[in-house]
């Protein structure tokens, strides 16, 4: 075979050892229930970042209240029939999962719907049975909820007019580290047993 034709070759079975390398990352990433995140230039997650909303109290805050705990950040809204509701209940069950590990571990529900949810509403809504306990609502101004959205990457949507609309938006959890910076994301509908051992690897790994 001539030079050039098996170099040609050798290439062309590169490229495709490459690719199957990448397709067997992407599956097992999804097998472990972990979402692999999109990357700056630099290479590093690029989820999270500066943030100022009002907590359940009325307290303003920013993202240093995810120093020194891991965190569970999800988007959502008081109104939300369904997802919000399940997502919480499933977070109080992933906790049970995890003993006396969760005891480090805060869940950090923000709204996407400021002009409904008050931190009143926020304090009320999270006060429901079977939701965990000590959850931290925050809420803000139709721009620092926005703003704190693009951090993290979550879509959100206004669906209809009047008193009667919803919200459209993204489902994934985000765990944070002790550092105030992106570790992995959970599906939503991961289940309390997988996503707490995604959980409790991730902190392992630190």
Known sequence: MPRRSILLFAGACIAIAAAL????????????????????????PAVGGPFNLVNQDGRTVDQTMLDGKWSLVFFGFTYCPDF??????????TKQQMGTRANDVQIVFVSVDPERDTPQALKDYLSSEGFPRGVIGLTGSQDQVK??????????????KGEGYTMNHSLTVYLMGPDGKFRTAIAHDLGPERAAQVIERTMARG
């Open 147 to 160: 703003a704190a959205a693009d951090a993290y990457r979550a879509y959100y949507q206004k669906v209809g």
């Open 21 to 44: 390398a990448v397709t067997t990352i992407v599956v097992v990433n999804q097998r472990d229930g972990a979402i692999a995140p999109l990357e700056t230039s630099t290479g590093q």
């Open 84 to 93: 919000c509701p399940t997502t919480l209940t499933a977070l109080e069950a």
